[in-house]
């Protein structure tokens, strides 16, 4: 039986998925330092109001709250024995939404990376990583979560040990990495490394991408580096609303929505089909994303001078490939930085 967001994607060119959930429920008064999972239990309100935020907004997926759900990380606020219960929490919400959405609306569950190193640079063996994303996707699971999304992930070996745990548990699954480090993730990967992974996978992903990072424009280079392999898979593409900067004593994304939505579109066109923002992306944000893919006609596949052009610079000279195909356009003085 094919699982809700393969229906989905049989039937739809794109997908729009949500925004930030740690900028959302920042706003709503989550300290930092708190674990946000910990609001699955003690604040469900809060947390149905964020689902709703995204659905309301247009999102077709929308991920839980349930990023930092493992029990390493829960570990650090004394929850680790409580992986399954919030787990479980999440995706009940979760479902509550989806249901009564009126549309088909897909709940994915968030994996996010264990906060360890594995074997051989760190000590989190390739068995214990497995067992600790297994146990985070059986709580997902018995809470109803239509598929699993694991995000924000560097390594190589923590993929394929989500992609196992996802497997133990009878998952479907997507994945993203995070391309942070000059068009490389922090452990080196590049988007034809990530390419060649997915592929070799038993149990491949459903659909794989980027998401996070250092800007719109560098995660689009990652998603034409995807594209540029050949890749029959979904691409997801998954980028932060603008540049975070520190202004009285918060973090605040200068992306306005007239930029996420310049974003969504040429994600589309480099290739990508399921589509949402991360950090600091709100519901005015998708607000704009879904009405720009809904009015604007499909165009062809950017160049990086249009991308810069339409969204700022790029970080970085290089996109991290070896040969060094998706070479940044130059800065440029007068670009559109838009500023929130």
Known sequence: MADALTDLLQNRDWLMADGATGTNLFNMGLSSGDAPELW??????KIR??????VEAGS???L???FGGNASRLKLHGAERRVRELNRAAAELGREIADTAGRPVVVAGSVGPTGEIMEPLGTLTHDIAVEMFHEQAE???EGGADVLWVETISAPEEFRAAAEGAARAGMPWCGTMSFDTAGRTMMGVTSADMVALVEKLPNPPIGFGANCGVGASDLLRTVLGFSAQGTERPIIAKGNAGIPRYHEGHIHYNGTPDLMADYAVLARACGARIIGGCCGTQPE???AMRHAMETRTPGPRPS?????AALGSFSSGSDGTADGANTA???RTGRRRRRG
Do not use: C, M, W
Not at 40 to 45: Q, S, T, Y
């Open 139 to 141: 709580g997902l699971k």
């Open 64 to 66: 839980t709250n349930s």
């Open 49 to 54: 109001a964020l689902y709703r935020g995204a």
């Open 304 to 308: 990086l001078e249009q991308i810069a």
């Open 285 to 287: 944000h998708l607000r």
């Open 60 to 62: 077709d997926i929308f």
């Open 40 to 45: 699955n239990v003690d604040e469900p309100e």
């Open 329 to 331: 356009a130059p800065e």
